[in-house]
């Protein structure tokens, strides 16, 4: 039998949320979802994730107040970042505080999306 990995997917847009989960659909992943920093901080404090992808806008904040909050409490975490906006302080911040990976979400981010979560995965 193959490993299940543990996903926490957190993304405000339901649209964008809802295509993630049906391009990581399959026997691969056990996905839950958060759709804002409070949720994603409840739902990552209660459960380890294989990983956890994290869109940098969020209603109630932004993903790197996420990411440096589940950092400082579980530095082995393994996350990325995911954004709409290509910014490279954005992008150095991210990736600095150690970071897996920053996916930008463009055209074809949806098709690229389960190809980088298994490489970070089996990092």
């Known amino acids: ?4 990995y543990s996903l ?3 993304e405000d847009n339901p649209s964008h949320l809802e295509l993630m989960q049906e391009h ?3 026997d691969i992943f056990d996905i839950d979802t958060a759709m804002t ?4 901080l ?4 209660r459960k380890d994730y294989d990983l956890i992808s994290i869109d940098y806008y969020l209603p ?4 790197l107040e996420v990411f440096t909050e589940i950092h400082d409490r579980n530095p082995k975490q393994k996350m990325i ?3 709409a906006v290509n910014d490279p302080e954005i992008s150095f911040a991210i990736m ?3 970071a897996l990976d920053f996916i930008f979400k463009s055209f074809k981010f949806y098709t690229e999306l389960k190809e980088r979560i298994i490489e970070n995965l089996e990092e």
């Not at 409840?42 to 404090?45: D, P, T, V």
């Not at 109630?60 to 993903?63: A, E, H, S, T, V």
């Open 1 to 4: 039998m193959t490993k299940k």
């Open 8 to 10: 926490l997917l957190v």
């Open 24 to 26: 990581l659909a399959g």
């Open 37 to 40: 920093k409070a949720e994603a």
């Open 42 to 45: 409840q739902k990552a404090m």
């Open 60 to 63: 109630d904040g932004n993903g």
């Open 81 to 83: 970042m995911v954004t």
């Open 96 to 98: 600095k505080g150690g």
